[in-house]
């Protein structure tokens, strides 16, 4: 267990490290010499130095046993240095992971204090030339090595692509067909017919190592075989995706708040037409203000899977991992594209962090499960809740919100409310016009159950805001007045979303007759939606004037 304390320390250990080593000037060169930097990766897993890696290895095996609030903070912080550096050193940590879900108690004492006393360097090898998205169509093989009677080891072949720290990791977990399916193995470097290719060129995050891999008959022994069975690989990577797409989600966060972070105080200095761009309200509004509203909309929603997971009473929370990357990753491309725009010309240049942070947050939409993979997760998922609630799902979690609505009506939980109840009509109509025949409709399903979710927990992290009920260790960048006008501003996009691209998916894919359209434009609320959309401006007016420190503190109050 970590404390908050200690947490805050690791954090701020963390700051002090990349000030000193890793300033923009530095970062920007080895961007451009496309350099991973080793020495600095490892002094950050050296338990004896930054020890980066201790956070998320259990105490018993050596480290200080953090859960998912703490390795989403961690992550998040990582991000906003260099999302290279922290693709490099997380990768041990997803590296790592078939061994904490899966693993003998032998397998896990061994690998996970290794990890911890001698900061090991993982990475994560599942994915291959052939096998992306879909990672059933799996080449690489392990057979088994017979010895008297009993298996003794396995011979893998086969190919890896993408792999992060590919080039550099002491240690990979190699995901491998055996003859009982697919199961992870772990392949140290050095092996004999184990080899990797230069690192890639890319587009972005180029201070991380990424390599193809090869193996050509590389033997293991049997004690290499992750969790002493075949066949649980899929399984195993399945059970931590809830924890590693929150990772993800938190690199998101924190490239985007990166971006903004930047292109805030540059537009209080660029005059133009008289007056610094921080005062024009086209400016602040278009390409600040909502993109501060999507990133809080993540956090929110990242924040309360890290402390469900935390408190351990639910299952692998796969699909709150999905929402939670899809909607983090997604606004942290958004806000850093919206960064270069903010700084005109200087935007475009190699000269300013921006360009590089909006190559680097791209990556977040494809690792770890793309977009459009996590849109289709996130429906399936949510359509077999809305089938097996008769339709109630949404309904349901948005009376909670009106609830909370009637207690706290400056938390935006009405317009989210609306958001919810029009995304459970949207599900209904498809349900009956059978649309999830369609893969795009499916797709843009699972985009609207995003922001109707996010928007509901904005609206609940902001009441517990307001009631000083946050846990500690939450994010505290806005005051309870603040994160109740985000909430209202992301709430209303939420809810207009939902109710208007429902209407298009719905009409768009025909079939529904004049009379059955008006009924279900009626049941979505529009006019609701449209109402709730009065005071938009002057919630933005305010979000704007606190981040460019111009309020001095108010007190919570309805819109
Ligand atoms: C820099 C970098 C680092 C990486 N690090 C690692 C690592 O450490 N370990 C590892 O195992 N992998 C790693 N990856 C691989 C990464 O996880 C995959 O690139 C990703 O899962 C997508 O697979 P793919 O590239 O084969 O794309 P594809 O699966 O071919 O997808 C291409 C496009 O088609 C879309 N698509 C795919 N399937 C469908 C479908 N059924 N319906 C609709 N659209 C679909 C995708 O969303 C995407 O837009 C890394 C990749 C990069 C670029």
């Not at 990133?295 to 299952?315: N, P, W």
């Not at 649309?435 to 499916?442: A, C, D, P, S, V």
């Amino acid at each position: 267990m970590i404390t908050a304390k200690t947490l805050k320390l690791s954090l701020k250990s963390l700051k002090d490290f990349a000030k000193k080593r890793l300033p923009d000037e530095t970062l920007i060169q080895l961007d451009e010499r496309d350099e991973c930097p080793l020495e600095i990766v490892r002094h950050m897993c050296d338990p004896d130095k930054l020890g980066i890696q201790l956070l998320f290895i259990p105490e018993e095996f050596g480290g200080m046993g953090g859960g998912a609030f703490d390795v989403y903070c961690v992550c998040e912080e990582m991000a906003r240095i260099d999302l290279g550096i922290a693709t490099a050193v997380l990768a041990t940590f997803l590296g790592s992971d078939p061994i904490t879900v899966g693993a003998t108690a032998e397998q896990k004492k061994l690998w996970l204090s290794r990890i911890a006393e001698e900061g090991l360097l993982f990475a994560y090898g599942a994915t291959e030339p052939e096998a992306g998205s879909d990672l059933g169509n799996l080449r690489t093989t392990a057979d088994r090595v017979m010895q008297d009677g009993r298996v003794a080891g396995y011979k893998i072949n086969g190919n890896k692509q993408w792999i992060s720290n590919g080039g550099v990791a002491d240690v990979c977990t190699v995901l491998a067909n055996t003859p009982a399916g697919p199961s992870w193995f772990i392949v140290e470097k050095g092996a004999k017919g184990f080899t990797h290719d230069e690192p890639e060129d890319k587009h972005g995050i180029r201070l991380s190592n990424t390599a193809a891999l090869a193996l050509n008959d590389v033997y293991v022994d049997a004690d290499r075989l992750i969790g002493g069975v075949e066949g649980q690989g899929l399984n195993q990577a399945q059970a931590v995706f809830g924890y590693t797409r929150l990772m993800v989600a938190a690199f998101g966060l924190g490239g985007g708040w990166a971006a903004l972070d930047r292109a805030i105080p540059y537009s209080t200095k660029r005059i133009q037409a008289g007056a610094p761009l921080s005062e024009k309200q086209g400016y602040t509004h278009k390409l600040i203000v909502p993109h501060a509203a999507r990133l809080e909309a993540a956090r929110a929603y990242i924040e309360e899977t890290a402390q469900r997971i935390d408190a351990g009473s639910e299952g692998s929370l796969n699909t709150e991992g999905a929402i939670a990357k899809y909607m983090a990753s997604e606004a942290g491309n958004a806000a850093a594209e919206a960064s270069i725009q903010a700084l005109g010309g200087y935007g475009y240049t190699h000269e300013y962090m921006v360009e590089k942070i909006s190559r680097d947050v791209r990556i977040t939409t494809i690792y770890e499960g793309t977009s459009e993979i996590m849109e289709m997760t996130i429906s399936r998922d949510r359509w077999q809740l809305h089938l097996k609630t008769r339709g109630q799902h949404y309904h349901d979690q948005a009376r909670e919100l009106e609830a909370l609505d009637a207690r706290h009506p400056e938390v935006g939980a009405g317009a989210a409310a609306l958001a919810l109840h029009a995304l459970a009509e949207v599900m209904e109509k498809a349900r009956l016009a059978r649309l999830t025949r369609y893969q795009h409709i499916l797709l843009r399903l699972g985009e609207l159950i995003a922001f109707a979710e996010c928007a509901g927990s904005l609206a609940r992290r902001a009441a517990l805001m307001a009631e000083g009920k946050l846990e500690e260790k939450a994010s505290r960048r806005f005051d309870a007045a603040a994160l109740a006008a985000l909430s209202r501003v992301f709430a209303r996009e939420a809810a207009l979303k939902v109710a208007e691209e429902g209407l298009r998916w719905v009409a768009g894919a025909g079939g529904v007759s004049a009379a059955e359209m008006a009924l279900f434009e009626n049941s979505l609320g529009l006019p609701a939606v449209h109402q709730a959309q009065a005071g938009l401006i002057s919630d933005m007016d305010y979000v704007a004037d606190v981040l460019y420190g111009r309020t001095t503190k108010r007190t919570v109050q309805a819109a």
